[in-house]
């Protein structure tokens, strides 16, 4: 049950280390860079269920944003994110300042490498993941959750953090739920406000399209995937609002490229609807 007193978000990271000295039980935590939607609550319905005190923290991180990108312009919400996660189940909300995480002098980064970053969105984007993994690094040594959930939509940045735990050895479950859709198919996305009533109505084609391509492989599970990739590429990109980034068939694990279907595939697709960049994906699976 949630309580009827309005959350007062913890600012600090030292005043966070005070309050974690006192949590006994499980812990969960929900990264977000705010501006929530039903895909964020639906994260913390899931902690609250599984955890005594859930933590969702709050920060639109500028060490994954490049100088071209959406830093400035990104939505946020405090006020009304701080009532959608209290009454979704939240118990603390870390809404930290740029300065608090990133003091004057900071210079230490977690950069990773290997075959998740190399290509997709660490190739359109090659700050992004330098990024992501040291806020989240920050999160886990300062929260210290018994596990953390994030959604599917992001598909490899949920891998790296999954390696990244792996390979630092963080003692935490990292929990996946299913991509939180639009009624008409369309990836819930905070930057989908973006969109104007134009773009709007043609985003859906991004997830329509992979669905086609889960129909067409399960009817015909031997054909060449690179080809139908290149096939979809093209159908999207003579939508005149599209421009297609990526449209490729990964091993669902190891994110490389395949070319046939082999049981756990995933479809990733980013593209850009009029000036906006959305992504997707689908698990395509036997």
């Known amino acids: 049950m949630t309580s009827s007193t309005p959350l007062v978000p913890i600012k ?20 977000t860079m705010g501006a929530l939607h039903e895909g964020h609550l639906q994260l913390i319905r899931h902690a609250a269920h599984c955890a005594e005190e859930v933590v969702v923290s709050i920060f639109v991180n500028p060490t994954q944003f490049a100088a071209n990108e959406d830093l400035e312009s990104y939505p946020r919400s405090l006020a009304s994110d701080i009532e959608m996660a209290q009454l979704a189940g939240a118990t603390q909300i870390f809404a930290p300042t740029v300065t608090d995480l990133y003091p004057n002098g900071f210079s230490t980064y977690v950069v990773p490498s290997g075959p998740l970053v190399e290509r997709w969105e ?9 990024g992501v993994c040291t806020v989240v690094c920050k999160l886990f040594q300062l929260i210290q959750p018994t596990f953390a959930v994030f959604g599917q939509k992001d598909f490899q940045q949920l891998q790296l953090v999954r390696q990244m735990v792996s390979d630092l050895d963080f003692q935490i479950e990292i929990q996946a739920l299913p991509t939180v859709r639009e009624e008409d198919g369309l990836a819930m996305s ?46 999207l990109n003579a939508v005149p609002q599209i421009k297609i980034d990526y449209l490729s068939f990964v091993d669902a694990k190891s994110l490389q490229l395949v070319s046939q279907f082999n049981g756990n595939v995933c479809l990733m697709v980013a593209a850009f609807v009029g000036n906006t960049r959305l992504i997707d994906n689908l698990l395509i699976q036997t």
């Open 190 to 235: 905070s930057r989908n406000t973006y969109l104007d009533p134009e773009e709007r109505k043609v985003a859906p084609i991004l997830y329509q399209t992979l669905q086609q391509a889960a129909t067409i492989i399960q009817n015909k599970p031997k054909q060449n995937l690179e080809v139908l990739s290149q096939t979809l590429t093209a159908q």
């Open 12 to 31: 600090t990271s030292k005043h966070l280390r005070l309050l974690r000295q006192d949590w006994r039980n499980s812990v969960g935590l929900v990264p």
């Open 122 to 130: 660490g190739r359109s984007r090659p700050h992004f993941f330098r």
